[in-house]
Structures are given as C-alpha cells and as structure tokens.
C-alpha cells in the first residue's frame, strides 16, 4: 500500500482555464475527502465521498467546483474557469470508515492561477 | 464545530520533551481530541486521538484534562524531524458529520539543535 496518491503535483494554469485532480486513496477506505490549504493557514474541508455518494459539500465549494468518486475508488476535483484566488494547495485524504482515528493524507497538488 | 485554541509557535530543544497545549472549553460528549501535524511541504500525519483517557503511542502521548475542556500533546524527545504545525482537532463521530477535521492555524513548532 503506497498510501494516498494525488496527481499532478504542481499545475500552473492561466486564470480562466479549467483543471482537473485525480486522488487515488488507500485501497479498501471507503471515505474521501478533499480539502484545500492557503498559505499559513491549516487546511479547510471542501467536500466528502462515502464510497461513490457525495454527502457532504461546504460552503466553500462554489458551483466552479465539482467532485466526482464515479466507482467508489479514486476521485477527481475539477475547477472551472478559475481563478487567481483558487491558487492553493488541494488535500485529498481517505479512512477506512467513520469511527477511524486516522485519515490519511496525499502530499497535495499545489495550484497556482496565473 | 467545537473550537480549539492553541498557541501560535513554540520552541523546544533536541532531545527534551515539549508540551503542546489546546483548549477546547466547548468540546461535546461526541467530540474525540485528535491530533495531526504537517511538516512542510507534506499533507497532514496523523499523531493521536484519545475521548477520555491518557493515551500513549509510538509518536506521543495524549493527557486529556479531567473536564475534557483541555488537553496536552507530548512529545517525550524531540527530534529536529519533529519541526512542524501541529493542529489540535475536535473530531465528532456523528454520522450527519461526515467525521471530516476541522483545522485551526495550528501550533508551530520549532525544534533548536
């Protein structure tokens, strides 16, 4: 198990054009998450899958934002016609299921709007 | 959400032990203490949690206050690898939740050779 993989890294978009995430969490964790952190800031939860279901979504996810877990394993975040203020570093993590002590995290795709 | 409080920074030496405090004075009785900390450039790690009792494990130990109002992350030997932000978190297990964390700023941790 090489824990929960987030790709790209690093994406540096023009202000305007959409991007996509893709998170791969720990095989067999039924929950994922997403979260985005600005700088000096802790993270700030975004959204929530329990297996393929999105049940929960903040505030902060405006109607730019979409997520989709279409099979229950990995999950794509995609953000349309973006902004300078999307630029962040975006967190996935994932649990085995809702009593877990831990989630884990990936290392994060960095975000910069240019 | 409950609401934590933590200090801002910290410093410690190498090899001594530090106490990093939280208060969460509207903690919930569904409500576990958890704890993650975030090395730079990392996402965040997960420490320790613990509802009610001290806990121990390989990283930590956990003291909880009595009231639960309170609460003390200790790392026996800090090592320079320790150097991070460590979030004291309120978790509730409720299902209507999700269980998702909420992070506050954190404490920083600077751990002086």
């Known amino acids: 198990d090489t824990g929960v993989s987030q790709n790209p890294r690093h994406k540096i978009t023009k202000r305007g054009q959409n991007v996509t995430f893709r998170c791969d969490p720990i095989?067999?964790?039924?929950?994922l998450y997403w979260y985005r952190q600005t700088l000096g800031q802790g993270p700030e939860f975004l959204t929530y899958?329990?297996?393929?279901?999105?049940?929960?979504k903040s505030r902060l996810l405006s109607d730019r934002f979409s997520a989709e877990r279409p099979k229950g394993s990995f999950s794509t975040l995609e953000i349309q016609r973006t902004e300078q203020g999307d630029s962040a570093m975006y967190l996935c993590a994932s649990s085995r299921d809702p009593t877990g002590a831990e989630a884990f995290f990936g290392q994060g795709t960095r975000l910069t709007v240019v | 959400d409950a609401k934590t409080t933590q200090p801002n920074s910290m410093e410690s030496n190498e090899e001594e032990p530090v106490h990093l405090p939280c208060n969460h004075s509207t903690i919930s009785g569904t409500d576990y203490i958890h704890w993650y900390r975030q090395l730079p450039s990392q996402g965040p790690e997960y420490v320790i949690h613990g509802l009610t009792s001290n806990v121990n494990n390989r990283m930590a130990s956990l003291a909880i206050a009595e009231d639960r109002k309170s609460s003390t992350l200790i790392l026996h030997r800090a090592t320079l690898r320790d150097a991070a932000v460590y979030y004291c978190i309120l978790r509730d297990v409720g299902e209507t939740s999700g269980s998702r964390l909420t992070f506050g700023e954190g404490t920083q941790l600077t751990v002086n050779p």
């Open positions: 095989s067999e964790h039924n929950r």
């Open positions: 899958f329990q297996n393929e279901a999105q049940l929960e």
